[in-house]
């Protein structure tokens, strides 16, 4: 279950990457920090990383904050199955409660039975229209993870996407372009629009995520849309 974010943590992955020309290596320790906040996140969560291609055309996992991540990840890659490959080709994110209780992947399950995994959740690297990774989060403990913890990793994954792009389309250093500007921009939306929900109504930073989410699906819009009603003073219900 999520838990506040750590906004010192993002404040310093901003403050490090703004304006500076994104090497491979200052684009890789952003990456990290963003993979460790948001293993931060969610109690629970005994590691985060990346998967993706590298330059061979080989699946590999990056900013890995544990050693469970990279060999966790290395099963699936050895097995051509599991939970961030298929939200890596689906483009969708993806919840797995426990793995005792999962049918799906029987060939990975089988392959991290000695490992001590037993929840994970994955978002898409989604740079464009491409899909270009995964981020995921691992936990020791079934049913550490849910809709808040999926939402939350979305959000963190829209500018490690981004970070990475820059990349993967050039050796050339860039500037941190409004693309990524935005995407870290709309997570601190979000944290800002639950802050002024739990102090407004008395919840908890979990029902207040839980709200926005609710009232964003319900109102067929963007998650930030709504963080930033919230933020200009419109009245937000808890029911």
Known sequence: MAQQLPLDELSTVIARIQGLLLTEEKVNTAVRLLARAAKESVPGTIGAGISLLDARGRRISSGYTDRIVAQTDARQYECGEGPCLTAWATEKPVLLADIREESRWPDWRRAVQGLPVRSVVSAPL????????????????????????????????????????HIQASEAPHKMTEGLQTSLHSRDLVNRACGVLMERLGLSHEAALRLLIRQARDGNTALQDISESVLAGTPASGS
């Open 126 to 165: 989604i740079a464009g229209k491409e899909s270009i990774g995964a981020l995921k989060l691992y936990a020791a403990a079934p049913n550490t993870f849910d809709e808040s913890s999926t939402t939350l990793l979305q959000l963190f994954a829209a500018p490690a996407a981004t970070l990475l792009s």
